[in-house]
């Protein structure tokens, strides 16, 4: 019987929503939906969520700290056998490769950053549209926007030693052919210059 209630239920159920309405949704979330630049960074919240954006890529740079330990062999590898975390082993042995894709990720991880925090860098005096928007607590905004970046080129320059350094504007996919290693002694002179900012 209740075998039977929950059948004669799911039907009714069907049926009601098969009948039940009358017209088609009609519009095009692509048309509807699009923000372009120069419809962005037009308030406050919008600043303040660019702001939260760019301190997202933290949370993919937890693999400094283990690969730090593993390479001074303050802890080991892990894994059940030499292929288990073979880009961990590879640290662990000193032989990383380009391919390693724990240092593939945390490069990735650490420039996805500084180029967010480029762009709002790029439009700290006006939007997109060419537009002042002034609010209290930008300043600050932009200190934490500054301090992250030279975290981010902290990061890299202690990993990688000499790396690309950019800090006018958000690269695009065209700019990664062109960029070229500066020295660490340039890259540590902009992480003074963006705590000193911040």
């Known amino acids: 019987m209740k075998h039977n209630y929950i ?6 159920a069907l049926v009601a929503m098969l009948v039940s309405c009358q ?22 919240s919008d600043y303040r969520a660019l702001g939260v954006g760019t301190y997202s890529p ?9 690969i730090g330990d593993i390479a001074s062999d303050n802890s080991v590898s892990g894994g059940e056998s030499a292929s288990d975390t073979k880009s961990l082993q590879d ?14 990720d945390l490069w990735q991880s650490a420039y996805e950053g500084i180029n967010r925090a480029n762009y ?17 607590g930008k300043d600050a905004l932009y200190g934490e926007v500054y301090f992250l970046r030279a975290y981010y080129y902290f990061t890299l320059v202690k990993m990688f ?9 958000r690269l695009t996919l065209a700019d990664s052919k062109a960029l070229t290693r500066a020295p660490k002694a340039d890259v540590y ?7 000193t900012s911040a």
């Open 58 to 66: 933290l949370q993919w740079l937890n693999q400094v700290v283990p």
């Open 161 to 169: 030693g000499d790396v690309p350094l950019f800090i006018d504007r």
């Open 91 to 104: 640290v662990d042995d000193f032989t990383t490769y380009p391919i390693n894709s724990t240092l593939s």
């Open 7 to 12: 059948k004669i239920v799911s039907m009714v």
């Open 23 to 44: 017209k088609w949704v009609d519009y095009n979330p692509r048309e509807d939906y699009k923000i372009t630049d120069l419809e962005y960074l037009k308030s406050e």
């Open 189 to 195: 002179k902009q992480i003074e210059a963006d705590l």
């Open 120 to 136: 709002m860098q790029q439009y700290k005096t006006a939007n997109p549209a060419g537009q002042t928007v002034n609010f209290a």
